[in-house]
């Protein structure tokens, strides 16, 4: 459902996207999450209380990194296919490991090392067809410029997540998400004198759903990983590009080519090779603490 959610959520974003700047659109898809992650939090009895912030300074990093990553996949949104910005949103995973190893000390055996090669390959692929740099018509730098900005809202939400990896050790689920939807309002509001237009009935009507949807899909997404495993979810989560295909195809008109489901088949690959990996480090690691011995049979 939160896949669901959050695709249908890009195609409203993408609807407005000719009329709204990319600013406007983070402000409506973050104020109007906040109604709902306010309700969500309340009726699990978390509101106020539970808000509280042990860590502000690392609240204000992964509320900046975030922020930036949603307005450069904005930006994409606005300017390349649907399915083509989620392909390449699919490198954050890939970007998290490499920094996990850089920031956090963890360690990056052969096994990751080549799934993650793998994986930014097939990200190189589906980005290949964008990098004309040379090419003069202005559709196609606005094309280059979209697959740049989904890049770089790929590396924004890679180092979100490692920020965010760090909050959990002292902070509360419901207060990253509702900190991280205030923060990105008000940095939104910063962008208002760069061009904000006033949205008609329809166009306004669109962004607040957009908002709502958001809501929703943080909440969807945070209890799925509540009740399950990380290994069991992110398969269920790469189906996005499924539904991003069919609505890029039936509301928008988009076509996927060859290269980009071939590189969205390596990055899938890859994510799931580092997905398994970590769970089976996850249960030696568990089976060491607690002093088991392995089944020798």
């Known amino acids: 459902m939160s896949v669901i959610v959050f695709v249908s959520m890009f195609g409203f974003i993408k609807a407005t996207a000719s009329e709204i700047p990319a600013g406007e659109a983070v402000f409506f898809r973050s104020f109007f999450a906040m109604p709902v992650l306010i309700t969500w939090l309340a009726l699990r009895g978390e509101f106020p209380h539970k808000l509280k912030a042990k860590d502000p300074l690392s609240h204000f990093w992964r509320g900046l990194m975030g922020t930036c990553a949603m307005s450069a996949g904005f930006v994409a949104i606005g300017l390349l296919p649907l399915p083509e910005v989620v392909a390449i949103g699919y490198a954050a995973p890939l970007l998290v490991t490499m920094l996990a190893a850089m920031f956090l000390g963890e360690k990056i055996r052969l096994v990751r090392l080549s799934a993650l090669l793998l994986g930014m390959f097939g990200v190189m692929l589906v980005l290949s067809p964008r990098l004309t740099v040379l090419d003069n018509e202005l559709t196609t730098r606005l094309e280059t410029i979209g697959a740049l900005a989904a890049l770089l809202g790929a590396v924004f939400s890679a180092l979100a997540q490692v920020f965010a990896r760090k909050l959990v050790a002292t902070e509360s689920t419901g207060s990253i998400v509702f ?119």
Do not use: C, H
């Open 179 to 297: 900190y991280f939807s205030l923060m990105s309002s008000s940095l939104a509001l910063l962008t208002l004198p760069f061009g904000w237009v006033l949205p008609d009935l329809k166009t306004a009507s669109l962004l607040i759903t957009a908002g709502l949807l958001g809501g929703v899909g943080q909440i969807l997404l945070t209890e799925s990983y509540r009740y399950a495993e990380v290994a069991v979810i992110a398969p269920f989560e790469y189906s996005s590009i499924l539904l991003a295909l069919v609505v890029g195809y039936f509301v928008f008109n988009e076509l996927p080519t060859g290269i980009m489901l071939l590189g969205v088949g390596l990055i899938v690959v890859a994510g799931i090779i580092i997905i398994e990996r970590e769970r089976r480090l996850g249960i030696a690691r568990t089976g060491k603490a607690s002093g088991a011995v392995p089944n020798q049979s």
